[in-house]
């Protein structure tokens, strides 16, 4: 009996396969730096860094919607929903990451600054922990604005792939659009230049 040869759509699609993952992997930068050289290290930090990078994403660009739910570290419900009208930054985190307890006093320095100010809010989303270590970090780090608990993963789920890397820091604008992302340690004045750059689309006399 002679056998049929394989289809060929089906060796077609596996180099596709190849190139798809190797994107997935290779990240925004060259060098150790990478999320593909830290997939491929094997030194067991159990959590991809990011490189750094910043993105703007102008007004008439902006597609992804993102809407999160989930509780609180101290048990309060919580829907974003209610946050519309305002610019939200939502900070992925963990107490056992090395990057956010870096970049933790500066987060919470910048939403001190907003303090009076109405139409900005600072969300944390505690990852890969219970909610006993997340509130263990939140106090010794003084933060003032609420963090959602680690619920095995949902609230990551909601974030439609934008925070791969811990931590991430997205901002949201008040329509409840991506138009901002940090991939990596916030320094400086970053964040608060994308969240004034934000805010003054809707009210260009905004100051912080």
């Not at 190849?18 to 060098?31: D, E, K």
């Not at 290290?41 to 910043?54: E, M, P, Q």
């Not at 999160?68 to 056992?96: E, F, I």
Request: aromatic share 4%; charged share 20%; hydrophobic share 40%.
């Amino acid at each position: 009996m002679l056998r049929r040869p394989a289809p060929a759509r089906v060796v077609a699609a596996l180099p596709c396969a190849a190139v798809a993952l190797a994107l997935l992997l290779t990240g925004c930068s060259n060098g150790s730096g990478t999320i593909a050289a830290q997939a491929n290290a094997g030194d067991g930090k159990g959590y991809v860094a990011g490189d750094g990078s910043i993105e703007q994403i102008a007004p008439a660009q902006r597609k992804t919607s993102i809407r999160l739910t989930g509780t609180t570290l101290d048990g309060k419900p919580v829907d974003t929903a209610d946050y519309r009208g305002k610019v939200l930054v939502v900070n992925t985190w963990g107490s056992w990451c090395g990057p956010c307890n870096a970049e933790a006093p500066l987060l919470q320095r910048d939403w001190a600054s907003y303090d009076g100010v109405k139409d900005v809010q600072f969300l944390g989303v505690d990852t890969k922990e219970g909610p006993a270590a997340g509130l263990a970090f939140v106090r010794r780090m003084a933060q003032t604005y609420p963090s959602l608990a680690w619920d095995g993963g949902g609230v990551l789920l909601q974030l439609k792939g934008k925070a791969s890397a811990t931590p991430t820091t997205l901002v949201i604008d008040q329509q409840g659009r991506l138009a901002g992302r940090i991939s990596g340690e916030v320094q400086g004045s970053t964040l608060r230049d994308l969240v004034d750059q934000v805010r003054r689309e809707k009210n260009p006399d905004a100051a912080s």
